[in-house]
């Protein structure tokens, strides 16, 4: 057996109902507080991978860049070879012995002609594409910079809201903390499974007008009768949350 379980031995099945619908108030009050945070830790999170995106995406286009503006120098460079080539096929031109030697150091300079034609086709590309992807640097950069304003003012507003309510939900944690102790791992277990399953995190409710206080159905009276006895742990039948008695509500409003 664990520690908790033997820990929680010594309360009475009352008590552990008493404890559950203690932690029920206690949570919903920090539920509460978290609301006020609305979308805001969402919006956080996802500027934030938007910007780590953008930043990629800017890295990733500068790479790109990097490698044609390589290209572009390399296909600079094989002009330069190209014309070298060629002032030395006239220069030997102008030294044949046949037609047969002239014809052919023709054919070669005429193909490094070709070649000077092709790179520059292959420059002008080039930078074409070049000047593209500097503009899509240029708008992704523009994006980026109205993301991170748009992240500092959202964290400062987060921080804000965090820093007034610190000292409140530090108070509520310790008081949870104190009221789940005296509640055993198992119904502890299905009480956070409830919250987490319904949608306003209310898992214990009390009976109220005859009715399940989380899903408003009717209860028999001999089952509200039960939950009054807190005899026992007592689920509504339609929604599956805790019920308790109104009765604990009317011993906080006398405290």
């Known amino acids: ?31 509460e507080i978290n609301k006020l945070k609305g979308e805001l830790p969402l919006e956080v999170q996802d500027l934030e991978d938007e910007i780590a995106g953008l930043e990629t995406r800017i890295a990733n286009i500068t790479a790109e860049v990097d490698e044609l503006s390589r290209g572009v120098k390399a296909k600079k460079e094989e002009i330069e070879q190209a014309k070298t080539q060629i002032a030395k096929y006239e220069e030997q031109q102008n030294h044949v012995r046949n ?20 790179s520059e086709k292959r420059i002008k590309e080039g930078n074409a594409e070049i000047k593209v992807k500097k503009k899509q640097i240029e708008d992704a950069r523009e994006v980026l910079e109205g993301r991170r304003l748009d992240l500092t003012n959202k964290k400062s507003e987060l921080e804000s809201i965090d820093e007034e309510t610190a000292k409140e939900i530090e108070v509520l944690t310790v008081q949870s903390q104190a009221a789940a102790a005296r509640i055993d791992e198992r119904l502890l277990s299905a009480y956070q499974r409830i919250r987490h399953n319904v949608h306003n995190g209310l898992a214990v409710v009390t009976v109220k007008r005859d009715a399940c206080g989380g899903c408003y159905n009717r209860i028999p009276p001999q089952r509200q009768f039960d939950i009054r006895m807190s005899k026992k742990i007592i689920v509504c039948e339609y929604c599956g949350r805790i019920l308790v008695s109104d009765l604990l509500d009317r011993e906080d409003e006398q405290q």
């Open 99 to 118: 037609n047969r030697e002239y014809d052919s150091l023709s054919k070669e300079i005429e193909f490094q002609k070709l070649e000077i034609e092709l």
């Open 1 to 31: 057996m664990s520690t908790r379980a033997t820990d929680t031995a010594d309360y009475s099945t009352e008590d552990k109902i008493v404890a559950l619908y203690e932690l029920q108030k206690i949570d919903s009050k920090i539920d």
